[in-house]
Every structure is written in structure tokens, then in C-alpha cells.
């Protein structure tokens, strides 16, 4: 396994300097990660740079579901519904322990959604649409088989209820593994490189002007074919290019609320319907349970976006209304995120109607950019990107087509869920005698594949002094700065662990030990170390204390 690392960021910005690409992608998001491995596994010469770490904005912040659209059945675009609904099955057997089966119970009212009879009917089309297994097809439950499935909802008010197909992830490993598997196509990918300007020759695009956001210096690099997958920021881009006209990016924020799962013990993923007609996930992921999400629009800052207190007491409000003994308060709110949702402006719609599909604008000195688009759609977003590069560009060389579909995304790879259960089981044993729970070793395996025996071998080797937790972490830790390109505190314990987010309480109790060994790996001197421990301080704080606006 090649080393992607902080470590070798000089030679990569050498690269980036140096080399003259084929394509130069702006943003490392989902669909930044995917234009990336598209591209350079079709053989073009390939570089990506990132203002923040990988999946800093909408890639880490969604529900974190591979989700086939049920509520755009609504909105009637069953275009959209089909596209991404079969993409979930191509994802899944890409990476099947990152995008794993879910069954989602939908419970059913007569008050509130549309019916047994009309939803029955949507998730058969829903079914057919994804071109869902026969095994896995929406099976429709009576009153009393959706409360047996789950005791915790309003008795009186369930009709009925469905079982249908979804599949869940990590959005931001997600991310990082497909940013990874374009770095081992030969891709120069680098993230806190902020581009700041654009580079031109009689009046068309030939690169940018990028500033290293670790340094503070700035440099070059030459593209033949620029796109910005920049997601919220793609409009600031268009300014910078003097582009921005005609349609617009319509911002709305979407927020979630995590809280431990002995509070909100739901046996199952769960999608249901509030008083505003808006439906909400709350769905159970080992010690936690977080639930969401809203929809409302945003025009604040980009870089800095948080849940308030109205979006908290929203969201304890819908789920103390569908499960009254749950009798949540916003003080048992453990941790939250809130993400953008960079949508199409549509006049006179409102933040829930706006379309999820995505758009491909280009300027007239030729700079494209890509925007709305769902996680699950990423590999067909920038299979159309690609393709439109090479069709404008690349006519004249023999570019191979598409190669997403078969490429496994991870390396080592799993071959099917099966193999992934087994593997799970066989961690459990490794780490019973440390008296780690299954949801350890489940969490390892979800998160880092079969490289988790690269970081066991490691964990194994500093054992002596030190509690298993701790040692553990600084494993994962070794793992992430040595082949994942972390480079902060926040870098490991959001994006490529998720703790921040679904395990707090570990955090807190060792985010000052954490922050020795990133001192130990990257060179910190104690000022830096210490910024690194208050900043998670900070943040952390914030997830928990909401502002009023």
C-alpha cells in the first residue's frame, strides 16, 4: 500500500508544480473523490486539490445513507429515484463493508403521510424503479407486526407499516477511501491547498493559482481541463472566474442530533413522518442513535456551520411526537453536525421541493463545474463529468471508458457481506482478551476494511503501560497519518473515525493523549499540540451548545 501522507506533501506539491495535467479537480468531496478515481483510471493525468481535508463540508455532514430517494417519488422524479437507486447495489459490491444493508421501517398513519394503500403502491414502483431484489422488496406490515417491530411508537396513532431497502455509510470514509484508491491510480492529490485564482492563455483556463493553507505560500499548476466539484462553494469559484450568471446554487442546511442509544432504543432504522410533512431518519449505530434531518435554507458562513437551538428543539420535538416515552430533551443531545446541501435555484420553490439533481455548468473560458447531486449518485456524476472532458478535450487519444463500475474502491478489498461478517467475527476474537465490546470490532472493520490488521499489528506492539483504549487509538492514529492524509486532531477524530461525532465521551478522556503521539508522528512542538487539544475542546463544545440563531 502506497504511503498517502502528510509526511509526503512535498513531493506532492513538487508534483503539482511541476507536472502539466490533463485534469485539475477543485474540491475533495464525495463528487470531487469520484471525478478523481474516474479520471485517472481511464489513464488521464489526474490532480485534486482541497481547500480543508477531504469531505469537509456536505461529505461528512449527510445521514450518511446510500439511499435510493423514496421521498422523490413525491416530487415525481422518478429519473432521479432510478439512477440512484440502482447505484446503491453497484456501491455496495464496490465496498460492501462501508455501504451496508438496512432495512428501514416505515410506519404508517392516517393522519399523516399518504396512506397504506398509496405507499404500498409508491414502494412497489420504488422497488421496480431501483431494480431491488426480489428478497429485498418492500414487505408491508399490519398495525400490530410494525408495533412488534417496534414497541416504541405512538400506538395510536400507527395504521400499519413498511419494510424496505436501504443501505448505510460513512460518508466521509467514503470519501477518503475513493480519494485513496485515485492516489493508487497515480492521481496528485492534496488537501489545505485553497485555489485562489485561475490562470489563463487568450482568454480560456490553463490552471490555477493555488495557496498551500499550512504555509501560506502560493504556486501554479497547469491543466488542460479544470472542473470545480466545490459543492457549496462552486458559486465563489464562478466569481473568481467572472462565470457566475444564469443559475445559481440555492444553499439549505440539513442537521442532526446524536443521542445515546439507551435514550432512543429503536430496534431498527426508522423513516417517519412529522406535522409538517417532512419525514426524519432516526437510526441506531452502536452506542448512539442520531436522528435527522432538517431542511432549511442558509446564507451564512460556508465554513463554520452549526445546528442552533431551533433546529435541536425541531428535531426532540418530531421524535418525542412519534415515540412519547422517549421523552427526549435537548440536554440528552450527546453530539450534532449540520451540513449544506448546494441545490439549484428553482424561483418560487421552497428549500424541501428544490430538486436533488445535479448540474454541469461551463464557463466561456471553459471552466466546469458540477453541483446539486445526491451521495449516492456520486459515481454516475462523474462518470458525465469525465466523459464531457474527454469528448472537449481528449478526442485524439485513445481514453478507455468508464472504469467505476467494477472498481473495487478499497484495497485490500472484501468480495460480499458475507466475507465482512466474518471478518468482524474474527477481530472480536482477536481483541476479546482486552475486553473491547463487538461494537469495537464492528466499528474497525466499517471504518477501515481489512486494513484494520495493519493497525491490530500495531496496537499489539504498544500494549505494555498503557490501557487498551488508549493504545488502540493511537494504532488508528499511526494508521491514519502514515496512509490517509490527516494533518490535524479534527482531520482523525471526524472524518476518518467519526468519533467527534458517535463516541464523544472517548474523545474527551483522550484527546490530550491522541495529541502526544500526532505531536510524536508529525513533528508537532507543544504550542501546536496544544492549539490541536483546545480546538477539539472547542468544537466539541459547540456540537452541544446551541446558539440561538
Given at each position: 500500500?502506497?504511503?498517502?501522507?502528510?509526511?509526503?506533501?512535498?513531493?506532492?506539491?513538487?508534483?503539482?508544480?511541476?507536472?502539466?495535467?490533463?485534469?485539475?479537480?477543485?474540491?475533495?468531496?464525495?463528487?470531487?473523490?469520484?471525478?478523481?478515481?474516474?479520471?485517472?483510471?481511464?489513464?488521464?493525468?489526474?490532480?485534486?486539490?482541497?481547500?480543508?481535508?477531504?469531505?469537509?463540508?456536505?461529505?461528512?455532514?449527510?445521514?450518511?445513507?446510500?439511499?435510493?430517494?423514496?421521498?422523490?417519488?413525491?416530487?415525481?422524479?422518478?429519473?432521479?429515484?432510478?439512477?440512484?437507486?440502482?447505484?446503491?447495489?453497484?456501491?455496495?459490491?464496490?465496498?460492501?463493508?462501508?455501504?451496508?444493508?438496512?432495512?428501514?421501517?416505515?410506519p404508517l398513519s392516517e393522519k399523516k403521510g399518504l396512506g397504506y394503500w398509496l405507499t404500498s403502491i409508491g414502494l412497489k414502483l420504488y422497488?421496480?424503479?431501483?431494480?431491488?431484489?426480489?428478497?429485498?422488496?418492500?414487505?408491508?406490515?399490519?398495525?400490530?407486526?410494525?408495533?412488534?417491530?417496534?414497541?416504541?411508537?405512538?400506538?395510536?396513532?400507527?395504521?400499519?407499516?413498511?419494510?424496505?431497502?436501504?443501505?448505510?455509510?460513512?460518508?466521509?470514509?467514503?470519501?477518503?477511501?475513493?480519494?485513496?484508491?485515485?492516489?493508487?491510480?497515480?492521481?496528485?492529490?492534496?488537501?489545505?491547498?485553497?485555489?485562489?485564482?485561475?490562470?489563463?492563455?487568450?482568454?480560456?483556463?490553463?490552471g490555477v493559482v493555488a495557496s498551500d493553507q499550512r504555509t501560506g505560500q502560493s504556486f501554479a499548476i497547469q491543466a488542460k481541463a479544470v472542473?470545480?466539484?466545490?459543492?457549496?462553494?462552486?458559486?465563489?469559484?464562478?466569481?473568481?472566474?467572472?462565470?457566475?450568471?444564469?443559475?445559481?446554487?440555492?444553499?439549505?442546511?440539513?442537521?442532526?442530533?446524536?443521542?445515546?442509544?439507551?435514550?432512543?432504543?429503536?430496534?431498527?432504522?426508522?423513516?417517519?413522518?412529522?406535522?409538517?410533512?417532512?419525514?426524519?431518519?432516526?437510526?441506531?449505530?452502536?452506542?448512539?442513535?442520531?436522528?435527522?434531518?432538517?431542511?432549511?435554507?442558509?446564507?451564512?458562513?460556508?465554513?463554520?456551520?452549526?445546528?442552533?437551538?431551533?433546529?435541536?428543539?425541531?428535531?426532540?420535538?418530531?421524535?418525542?411526537?412519534?415515540?412519547?416515552?422517549?421523552?427526549?430533551?435537548?440536554?440528552?443531545?450527546?453530539?450534532?453536525?449540520?451540513?449544506?446541501?448546494?441545490?439549484?435555484?428553482?424561483?418560487?420553490?421552497?428549500?424541501?421541493?428544490?430538486?436533488?439533481?445535479?448540474?454541469?455548468?461551463?464557463?466561456?473560458?471553459?471552466?466546469?463545474?458540477?453541483?446539486?447531486?445526491?451521495?449516492?449518485?456520486?459515481?454516475?456524476?462523474?462518470?458525465?463529468?469525465?466523459?464531457?472532458?474527454?469528448?472537449?478535450?481528449?478526442?485524439?487519444?485513445?481514453?478507455?471508458?468508464?472504469?467505476?463500475?467494477?472498481?473495487?474502491?478499497?484495497?485490500?478489498?472484501?468480495?460480499?457481506?458475507?466475507?465482512?461478517?466474518?471478518?468482524?467475527?474474527?477481530?472480536?476474537?482477536?481483541?476479546?482478551?482486552?475486553?473491547?465490546?463487538?461494537?469495537?470490532?464492528?466499528?474497525?472493520?466499517?471504518?477501515?476494511?481489512?486494513?484494520?490488521?495493519?493497525?491490530?499489528?500495531?496496537?499489539?506492539?504498544?500494549?505494555?503501560?498503557?490501557?487498551?483504549?488508549?493504545?488502540?487509538?493511537?494504532?488508528?492514529?499511526?494508521?491514519?497519518?502514515?496512509?490517509?492524509?490527516?494533518?490535524?486532531?479534527?482531520?482523525?477524530?471526524?472524518?476518518?473515525?467519526?468519533?467527534?461525532?458517535?463516541?464523544?465521551?472517548?474523545?474527551?478522556?483522550?484527546?490530550?493523549?491522541?495529541?502526544?503521539?500526532?505531536?510524536?508522528?508529525?513533528?508537532?512542538?507543544?504550542?501546536?499540540?496544544?492549539?490541536?487539544?483546545?480546538?477539539?475542546?472547542?468544537?466539541?463544545?459547540?456540537?452541544?451548545?446551541?446558539?440561538?440563531?
Amino acid at each position: 500500500m502506497a504511503d498517502f501522507s502528510f509526511l509526503n506533501r512535498p513531493e506532492i506539491l513538487q508534483h503539482l508544480r511541476e507536472k502539466h495535467y490533463d485534469l485539475l479537480i477543485i474540491g475533495g468531496g464525495i463528487t470531487g473523490a469520484g471525478i478523481a478515481l474516474d479520471a485517472s483510471s481511464r489513464g488521464l493525468r489526474t490532480a485534486l486539490v482541497e481547500k480543508n481535508d477531504f469531505a469537509f463540508g456536505t461529505s461528512s455532514r449527510s445521514t450518511k445513507l446510500i439511499h435510493g430517494g423514496l421521498r422523490y417519488l413525491k416530487q415525481l422524479e422518478f429519473g432521479l429515484v432510478k439512477e440512484v437507486g440502482s447505484e446503491r447495489a453497484v456501491v455496495h459490491n464496490l465496498a460492501p463493508h462501508l455501504v451496508l444493508p438496512e432495512k428501514m421501517l416505515l410506519p404508517l398513519s392516517e393522519k399523516k403521510g399518504l396512506g397504506y394503500w398509496l405507499t404500498s403502491i409508491g414502494l412497489k414502483l420504488y422497488d421496480w424503479l431501483a431494480g431491488v431484489k426480489p428478497e429485498d422488496q418492500r414487505k408491508m406490515l399490519t398495525k400490530l407486526q410494525t408495533l412488534k417491530a417496534e414497541p416504541l411508537l405512538k400506538k395510536e396513532e400507527v395504521n400499519g407499516g413498511a419494510l424496505y431497502a436501504e443501505y448505510r455509510t460513512d460518508d466521509a470514509r467514503l470519501t477518503i477511501e475513493i480519494v485513496k484508491r485515485a492516489a493508487e491510480h497515480q492521481a496528485d492529490i492534496l488537501n489545505y491547498a485553497k485555489v485562489i485564482d485561475f490562470t489563463y492563455e487568450r482568454g480560456v483556463i490553463t490552471g490555477v493559482v493555488a495557496s498551500d493553507q499550512r504555509t501560506g505560500q502560493s504556486f501554479a499548476i497547469q491543466a488542460k481541463a479544470v472542473v470545480s466539484a466545490a459543492g457549496p462553494w462552486v458559486d465563489e469559484l464562478r466569481e473568481i472566474n467572472k462565470s457566475r450568471e444564469g443559475k445559481s446554487l440555492h444553499l439549505t442546511k440539513g442537521v442532526h442530533v446524536v443521542v445515546a442509544y439507551d435514550k432512543l432504543p429503536v430496534r431498527q432504522a426508522i423513516y417517519f413522518d412529522v406535522d409538517d410533512g417532512r419525514m426524519i431518519f432516526a437510526i441506531p449505530r452502536g452506542r448512539v442513535t442520531y436522528i435527522g434531518t432538517t431542511d432549511t435554507n442558509y446564507d451564512d458562513d460556508k465554513d463554520n456551520v452549526m445546528a442552533t437551538a431551533a433546529d435541536a428543539a425541531y428535531l426532540i420535538t418530531a421524535v418525542n411526537a412519534t415515540f412519547p416515552d422517549a421523552n427526549l430533551s435537548v440536554a440528552d443531545i450527546e453530539s450534532s453536525w449540520a451540513g449544506l446541501r448546494p441545490l439549484i435555484h428553482e424561483d418560487g420553490k421552497s428549500a424541501s421541493e428544490l430538486s436533488r439533481k445535479d448540474e454541469i455548468f461551463e464557463s466561456p473560458t471553459g471552466l466546469i463545474s458540477i453541483a446539486g447531486g445526491k451521495l449516492t449518485g456520486y459515481r454516475k456524476m462523474a462518470e458525465r463529468v469525465v466523459s464531457l472532458v474527454v469528448k472537449k478535450y481528449f478526442k485524439d487519444r485513445a481514453i478507455k471508458g468508464c472504469q467505476t463500475e467494477k472498481l473495487k474502491i478499497t484495497h485490500p478489498a472484501f468480495s460480499n457481506i458475507n466475507e465482512v461478517k466474518q471478518y468482524i467475527a474474527e477481530i472480536h476474537q482477536q481483541l476479546k482478551p482486552f475486553d473491547f465490546s463487538e461494537t469495537i470490532s464492528f466499528e474497525l472493520v466499517t471504518t477501515f476494511g481489512k486494513n484494520t490488521e495493519a493497525i491490530l499489528h500495531h496496537f499489539s506492539q504498544r500494549l505494555q503501560g498503557e490501557k487498551p483504549e488508549l493504545s488502540l487509538l493511537k494504532a488508528m492514529a499511526y494508521f491514519s497519518v502514515q496512509h490517509e492524509m490527516v494533518v490535524t486532531l479534527e482531520d482523525f477524530f471526524v472524518r476518518r473515525t467519526g468519533l467527534l461525532y458517535f463516541d464523544l465521551p472517548r474523545v474527551r478522556r483522550w484527546n490530550t493523549e491522541v495529541a502526544d503521539e500526532f505531536k510524536s508522528l508529525l513533528g508537532w512542538d507543544e504550542t501546536r499540540k496544544q492549539q490541536e487539544v483546545e480546538s477539539i475542546g472547542r468544537l466539541a463544545e459547540a456540537l452541544t451548545s446551541f446558539n440561538e440563531s
